[in-house]
């Protein structure tokens, strides 16, 4: 069992830069992918990234090169820096712990957080 707490959002301006944390409790966090999903209200929850337990990374095309995840299995957390953000980012987001890295299907991912608003004005 993995329980996974989101925070580091808040309201920001197009361009600016936020760095988002997800802290894990429970044993071999090691073990798991971390993914990072968002919601934008009225609409469906996203696939942004994921960080694989060797530190393997993936994103989705529309933050590719402006977002970066990493991880600190020492520190049981994963962070996803995200620059020049953009009104459509807006959004709140969720981590995911789960054991299939390459997956974007949330029923996939098996452990997640109760997510952290970010919002972006133009």
């Known amino acids: 069992q993995v329980q996974l707490v989101e925070s580091g959002g808040g309201l920001v301006q197009a361009g600016d830069s936020l760095r988002l944390s997800c802290t894990a409790s429970g044993r071999s966090f090691s073990v798991y992918a971390i993914a990072w999903f968002r919601q934008a209200p009225g609409k469906a929850r996203e696939f942004v990234s994921a960080?694989?337990?060797?530190?393997?990374?993936r994103y989705t095309d529309s933050v590719r090169g402006r977002f970066t995840v990493s991880r600190d299995n020492a520190k049981n957390t994963v962070w996803l820096q995200m620059n020049r953000l953009k009104p459509d980012d807006t959004a709140t987001y969720y981590c995911?712990?789960?054991?299939?890295?390459?997956?974007?299907?949330?029923?996939?991912?098996?452990?997640w957080g109760q997510g952290t608003r970010v919002s972006v004005s133009a």
């Open positions: 960080v694989a337990n060797e530190e393997s990374d």
């Open positions: 995911a712990a789960g054991t299939y890295y390459a997956d974007d299907s949330e029923s996939r991912w098996l452990y």
